[in-house]
C-alpha cells in the first residue's frame, strides 16, 4: 500500500543530508560508471552541496559524501537510482508484515538524473518535484486510504503491462485512483494543472511504484535459514549484484553485463553502458522480464518478436519456486507469473533471470539511448552457492 | 476525432424535442422489448414530457413522440441506445471525410436507462450528467484540438482493451488525455471533484466513444454502387438488422437472438432480454468481438477461454475485405484486425459475425444482468444477398 510521500531524509530511516543512496551492490567511486557519476554531481548541485562537477568531485574525494546502496536502506530507484535527502520518495507499506520500502518519484524520459543527466533543466525539473509535485500528491494520498499498489499491478498485468518497461496501464490506473483525492486538496488551478499535464506525458510514473511494491514484498523473505530465494538482483553499471534469503546482507558480484536491444536514432551498442538500476527487483518480485507474457507489445521497445516474450515467461518457471496467482497471465490461460527465484534451480538449470531494461549513455550528462533485455550474470549465483555451501 | 460535446438536440441534424432515438432498426411500439420500453418511459421522464411510465405510453398511444433509428441519424447508443433532445452527446468528426457522428455518454453500471431502468435514480443521474458533467466536459473539448479517439482505440487494443466490451485502457487514455484541459477551465473543486470521481468508478465511459468512432468511419462506406460491404449491424431487442454499402437505407432483418454467457448473480438465461444496441458497430468496424484476441481478459466477462478469444478474431479473418493495420493484435505478431464485413463471404463461407455484448432483463425497470457473446443471424445476410442479386 502506497501510504506517503515526504523527503528522503524525513521518511527514510538512518537517512542523512550528506548521504547519496545509489542503485546495485556499493561501489568505490573509482570505479562507477559514467551515469552514476553524472546522477551523483547533479545530486550534489541539486542538494546545493556543490555547483559544478568539480565541487562534487572535490567533495567526494575529502570524504564528504557517504555513498550507500538503495537496497541497504529498504530502498530502490531504477538506473542510476541516486536517492538524496530532500527528494520526495513514495513510502509503501507492507500491511500484512508491517515493513515499510521507499522509492524515488519517476522524472519522466529524456534527459534526466536516472539515466545520468545533470543540465540546469533537470535540477530545475527535480526542484519542481520536490516543491510542487511531492508536496501536492502526498496531500493527495493522506486523503486516500492507501492506494492498493498490488491491486494496480495486478489489473494492469491483465493491461498488457509487465510493470517494469511497460508501465502505460499501471500509470493509467493509478492516475486515475490518485485524481479524486488530488481534487479534493483544492490546489490551486495552474498548479493542479502543471501535475496533471506532467502525469499525463510520463507513462512510466507508475515504475517506481512498482518497484518499491516488489521491494516491500521481497524484504519480507530476507533473512530465512537455509533459504536459497533471491531476494534481490541489482545493479550499478559496473557490477551486478544479488542477495540471498539465507546470507545474509552479503552482496554476490559479478561484472554488469550489457544489455541487448533497441536504440534511439545516432546511438548504438559502442555507446551502451553495462547495465545498471534497481528496477529488476520487478524481476526478483516475478514481473518484468518473468511477466513478459502478459506484455507482447513491449517487443517494439526491447526487441524480439511477442512469442520470445511468452517463451521468456516460461523459461523462467524453471527456476522459480512457485507461481503467482495474484498476478496473473490472460493470454496463458490465467496462469500465474513466475515467482521467486531459487538459487539452486539457476545452478541446476544454467537458466538466468531475464531482465528487461533502459539503456544509458556510458558518459555522464548525456541520458538514455535504447531499452533492451538482459540476463543476470552465472557468476552471482555461483559465488552464492558457495557461500551457501561453506555456511552449511 | 472528438470535437465536442452539446445537447442532442443542438447537435444531431434534424433532432427534435419530441423525437426519441433508439438502437436498432425500426420497430413498432407493439414489439417493443421490455429494456427499450424501460429506457423510452425514463426518457420521456427525463424530458419532463410524461411524469410515469403510464402517461409515458399514453403519449405514444396518442403518436406524440416520433420515433427512429439512432443510425439513421448518424447516431449511435448503447443497448437501448435511447437518445433524447435534452441528452448530451459527443460529436465525432471524421476530419478526412468531413462526416459527423454523435452517441450518448456511458451513464456507468448497475441500474441505468440504457438497460432499461427509469428510476428516480436513473433519471437524477442523467440531469446531473445533463446540468454538470455535459457542459464540463464540453469546455474541457473545445479547449483541446480535438481528442483523437483512432489513436486511443489503437493503443488499448494493446492494453487488453477490445473496445466493446472491455473498456478499461481506452477510458483511463482518454481520461489521462482530457484531464489538464478539464482542470484548465477552472470549475467550482466540487464539480470537478463529481467528474472526477464518476470517470474513475466508470471503466466503460469510452464504450460510447469507440461506438461513435466505428460509427464516422463505417458512415464514409455507405452507398457505394455494387459495394457488399455490411456498413452496419444493429439491435433493439426485438430484432437483428443490418445495412449494406450498395444497398441504400435499407434494414435486412431478423428476429434478435439471445446471448449466451455470464449472468450476474441470481440471473439467468431465462431473464435475458434478447440482444439489443448499436454497439455492434464496433464490430462492423472490426474491433470488439472481431478483435477479442487482444483482450484475453475479457472472457472473465463475457465466458469462454483466452484459446477462444483468439480464436475468434482468426475466424473472422474468413468473413472480413482486408486486415487493418492501424489496429493491430500484438499477441498474433502485430497481424491487423479483420476489416470490414464482406456479405458475399458471410454467405459463401456460413461464418457469422461474433459479437460481444451485454444482457438486459427482458422486463422493463431492472437492467443489466450479465454478459456475453452472440451472433448474427444468417436470415439478415440471405435476405440482403436477395436484395442484391434483384438488383443486379
Redesign the interface.
Known amino acids: 500500500m502506497l501510504v506517503d510521500l515526504k523527503p528522503a531524509g524525513k521518511a527514510i530511516p538512518r537517512m542523512k543530508k550528506s548521504m547519496i543512496l545509489q542503485a546495485g551492490p556499493p561501489v568505490e567511486w573509482q570505479r562507477t560508471c559514467g551515469p552514476l557519476r553524472g546522477a551523483v554531481y547533479g545530486a550534489l548541485m541539486y542538494e546545493e552541496l556543490a555547483e559544478s562537477p568539480e565541487e562534487a568531485e572535490e567533495l567526494i574525494k575529502n570524504d564528504e559524501i557517504m555513498f550507500a546502496p538503495c537496497h541497504e536502506y529498504n530502498s530502490v530507484g531504477p538506473m542510476a537510482g541516486v536517492i538524496s535527502a530532500s527528494m520526495p520518495v513514495f513510502v509503501v507499506e507492507n500491511k500484512e508484515n508491517g515493513n515499510f520500502s521507499y522509492a524515488n518519484m519517476n522524472e519522466g524520459l529524456g534527459k534526466v538524473l536516472r539515466f545520468g543527466a545533470y543540465s540546469k533543466d533537470v535540477i530545475r525539473h527535480l526542484k519542481w518535484m520536490e516543491k510542487e509535485l511531492g508536496p501536492s500528491l502526498e496531500l493527495a494520498i493522506k486523503r486516500s486510504d492507501g492506494i492498493n499498489l498490488k491491486t494496480i499491478i495486478s489489473?494492469a498485468l491483465?493491461?498488457?503491462?509487465e510493470c517494469h518497461n511497460r508501465n502505460?496501464?499501471a500509470t493509467?490506473?493509478f492516475?486515475?485512483?490518485i485524481?479524486?483525492h488530488l481534487?479534493?486538496t483544492?490546489l490551486e488551478?495552474k498548479v493542479?494543472?502543471r501535475i496533471?499535464?506532467f502525469?499525463?506525458e510520463n507513462d512510466h510514473f507508475f515504475l517506481n511504484l512498482s518497484m518499491a511494491a516488489c521491494k516491500a514484498m521481497m524484504d519480507v523473505a530476507q533473512g530465512i535459514k537455509n533459504c536459497t530465494l533471491v531476494t534481490a538482483m541489482s545493479r550499478n553499471g559496473t557490477e551486478f549484484g544479488i542477495k540471498v534469503s539465507g546470507l545474509g546482507d552479503n552482496w554476490f558480484t559479478a561484472p554488469a553485463p550489457t544489455p541487448k536491444g533497441l536504440y534511439f536514432p545516432g546511438y548504438g551498442p559502442t555507446d551502451a553502458n553495462p547495465d545498471m538500476g534497481d528496477s529488476s527487483i520487478t524481476e526478483t518480485r516475478g514481473i518484468g522480464g518473468f511477466a513478459m507474457a502478459t506484455a507482447?507489445?513491449i517487443?517494439k521497445l526491447v526487441g524480439g518478436?511477442?512469442?520470445d516474450a511468452v517463451s521468456y515467461t516460461k523459461e523462467m518457471m524453471n527456476i522459480t519456486a512457485s507461481k503467482d496467482y495474484s498476478f496473473t497471465i490472460?493470454?496463458?490461460?490465467?496462469e500465474g507469473t513466475p515467482l521467486g527465484i531459487d538459487l539452486v534451480k539457476v545452478i541446476d538449470t544454467g537458466i538466468l533471470p531475464i531482465i528487461n531494461t533502459g539503456i544509458a549513455h556510458r558518459k555522464p550528462g548525456i541520458g538514455q539511448i535504447g531499452a533492451g533485455i538482459v540476463r543476470a550474470p552465472m557468476e552471482c549465483f555461483k559465488k552464492a552457492l558457495k557461500a551457501l555451501v561453506e555456511k552449511a
Open positions: 489489473q491483465h493491461m498488457g503491462d502505460v496501464a493509467s490506473l492516475e486515475r485512483k485524481m479524486p481534487i479534493e483544492n488551478a493542479t494543472s496533471v499535464k502525469l499525463e507482447p507489445a517487443v518478436t511477442p512469442a490472460p493470454s496463458l490461460n490465467f
